[in-house]
T-cell receptor
Framework: QKEVEQNSGPLSVPEGAIASLNCTYS??????FFWYRQYSGKSPELIMS????GDKEDGRFTAQLNKASQYVSLLIRDSQPSDSATYLC????????????FGQGTILTVHP | GAVVSQHPSWVICKSGTSVKIECRSL??????MFWYRQFPKQSLMLMAT?????????EQGVEKDKFLINHASLTLSTLTVTSAHPEDSSFYIC????????????FGPGTRLTVT
């Protein structure tokens, strides 16, 4: 079983729709959870970080964490073509300061 | 947000030569930095943890004698790929945890290495 798994893509949504990205993780001692956006040929850019169960909103982005289910998600509201990218879920263990384990990524395409 | 730079942004070298990649934290100090590698259409894989003033910690399967890491100051870590081969061609990315955030990592822009 992979340590961090993301929903298989690619995911295609129309402009203005909600894009939903999901991620599960296997290690229960995981403490910190991140969503990164990566454009082709570029390095990852941090979008959201979440550490506690529940929702965290930042603009058009909402991260949701459920530690009991070992599940973290990212919702992108009012999706724009500029949101088209690969989204990476990353998890950090409490015992490994800063070390990130990444999911395989989900390619999102927002079409006009 | 915090800024991490890398140099060079891309490099082409011949098989058997060595290449050094620099990673700098520009507006904060980083006692720890991380080096990742990303092959085409794959996700990032952690190679090693760079620790200022001490030896790097390598992930399982990463050859420490091939990928030399030096973290000589609080703002600079270097990765040297020794005796590079075509299979080392990849996108190398460093990151540093920003002290203002809990475990948040900021990534450098990456270095694309092509070994011919």
């Amino acid at each position: 079983q992979k340590e961090v798994e993301q929903n298989s893509g690619p995911l295609s949504v129309p402009e203005g729709a909600i894009a939903s990205l999901n991620c599960t993780y296997s290690d229960r001692v995981s403490q910190s959870f991140f969503w990164y956006r990566q454009y082709s040929g570029k390095s990852p850019e941090l979008i959201m970080s979440i550490y506690s169960n529940g929702d965290k909103e930042d603009g058009r982005f909402t991260a949701q964490l459920n530690k009991a289910s070992q599940y973290v998600s990212l919702l992108i509201r009012d999706s724009q073509p500029s949101d088209s990218a690969t989204y990476l879920c990353a998890v950090s263990l409490s015992t490994s300061y800063g070390k990130l384990t990444f999911g395989q990524g989900t390619i999102l395409t927002v079409h006009p | 947000g915090a800024v991490v730079s890398q140099h060079p942004s891309w490099v082409i070298c011949k098989s058997g030569t060595s290449v050094k990649i620099e990673c700098r934290s520009l507006d904060f100090q980083a006692t720890t930095m991380f080096w990742y590698r990303q092959f085409p259409k794959q996700s990032l894989m952690l190679m090693a943890t760079s620790n200022e003033g001490s030896k790097a910690t390598y992930e399982q399967g990463v050859e420490k004698d091939k990928f030399l890491i030096n973290h000589a100051s609080l703002t600079l870590s270097t990765l040297t790929v020794t005796s590079a081969h075509p299979e080392d061609s990849s996108f190398y990315i460093c990151s540093a945890p920003f002290s203002g955030g809990l475990y948040e990592q900021y990534f450098g822009p990456g270095t694309r290495l092509t070994v011919t």
